[in-house]
Every structure is written in structure tokens, then in C-alpha cells.
């Protein structure tokens, strides 16, 4: 089994800053793929942030410049610096991790998610 847990969201006002956290564990051979995405009311699930296993990054348009996506490999963790943050940004954001299990079978995993409130 692998598991996805995401941490460090939160109420903030406008303009205010979070981190979040998403740690994968359990049998993992390996992390392809590491990623944020985002669902606020009403609307669909949208990529906000994602890592390769190379270190190549990708982030939205909406939150270029304000978003920083960082890895901890050994912890097996990626982090989402959240800055500037708007009220658009409200939503609860999800983390998606792909793996090779260490049965050898490719799996994609989702965490619970995490509210992230932005209030104006």
C-alpha cells in the first residue's frame, strides 16, 4: 500500500502566505511524479503545481511567480510555498503522487486533500 498525506492548510487573509506538505509513504520503489492540484466550490480540478523525478517543474499561469513547489527526496516529501496568496486561491488542494510500487506495478495515488481559505 502507499499512502498520501497532505498538512498546512488553513484560514489567511489576502496576501498572506502557507506551506503546505505532502509526504507519500508506505512500499515505494520509487517517485515518478509529484504534484498540487486545486478544486475550489463549484468548479473543477485544476493543476496548480508538479515535479518530476528529473526536478522539472510546471506551474499554472494563476500562480506563476507567487507558488514555489519544492522536494525533499529522502523524506519523500514535497512542499508548496504559498505566498501572496488571493482569495481565488481558495479551494482544497490535493496532492497526487505517481509511483513504482515495490511490486513493481505503477500506481497513482491522491491525498485527502487540504482546505486552503484565502479571505479578502
Known amino acids: 500500500q502507499v499512502q498520501v498525506v497532505e498538512s498546512g492548510g488553513g484560514l489567511v487573509q489576502a496576501g498572506g502566505s502557507l506551506r503546505l506538505s505532502c509526504a507519500a509513504s508506505g512500499n515505494i520503489f520509487s517517485i515518478n511524479f509529484m504534484g498540487w492540484y486545486r478544486q475550489a466550490p463549484g468548479k473543477e480540478r485544476e493543476q496548480v503545481a508538479t515535479?518530476?523525478?528529473?526536478?522539472?517543474?510546471n506551474y499554472a499561469n494563476s500562480v506563476k511567480g507567487r507558488f514555489t513547489l519544492s522536494r525533499d527526496n529522502a523524506k519523500n516529501t514535497v512542499y508548496l510555498q504559498m505566498d501572496s496568496l488571493k482569495p481565488e486561491d481558495t479551494a482544497v488542494y490535493y496532492c497526487?503522487?505517481?509511483?513504482?510500487?515495490?511490486?513493481?506495478?505503477?500506481?497513482?495515488?491522491w491525498g485527502q486533500g487540504t482546505l486552503v481559505t484565502v479571505s479578502s
Open positions: 515535479v518530476t523525478n528529473g526536478g522539472s517543474t
Open positions: 497526487n503522487v505517481a509511483v513504482v510500487h515495490v511490486s513493481g506495478r505503477y500506481l497513482q495515488v
